[in-house]
């Protein structure tokens, strides 16, 4: 599949298709092109955070959230959620994205302040038994 210049081919659940590139079309008037992975750009309407174009510290990744035009980027400790104690005292080992895992602040789904400012608690595992803080989108 060949795609027009300023588009990109990429793999969807649909098969392939073209899709544009921001860095090379730019975005509409009140959003902003921001990397989403190493070869894939994205506009967005809203963007809290700044990884990956700040890489994070050794043993951390960037974790990403965009729904619906609004993306939160943040780093956080790697885990791997089968082996206990693999995040510090106070964290959750939860899912980072489909394939990964990531430490997050441990909050009460029962105490609405038991996260930092900006942040919202959250179910962070596939059983929706932990709950950690996660970075919250501006409305």
């Not at 956080?76 to 693999?86: D, W």
Request: hydrophobic share 25%.
């Amino acid at each position: 599949m060949s795609c027009p210049t300023g588009y990109l081919c990429r793999e969807g659940a649909d098969g392939p298709g073209c899709v544009p590139d921001c860095q090379q079309l730019g975005c509409p008037q009140g959003q902003q092109c921001k990397r989403i992975t190493e070869s894939r750009y994205q506009c967005l309407e809203s963007v809290v955070g700044t990884c990956p174009e700040t890489p994070c510290a050794e043993g951390e990744r960037c974790v990403k959230r965009v729904v619906r035009g609004r993306g939160v980027f943040w780093c956080a400790r790697s885990c791997n959620p089968l082996l206990p104690n693999g995040c510090p005292a106070g964290y959750v080992c939860g899912q980072a994205s489909r394939t990964t895992s990531a430490c997050f602040p441990q909050c009460d789904p029962h105490d609405l302040d038991s996260c930092d400012e900006g942040w919202r608690c959250g179910t962070v595992s596939e059983d929706m038994t932990l709950w950690g803080c996660n970075l919250a989108p501006h409305p």
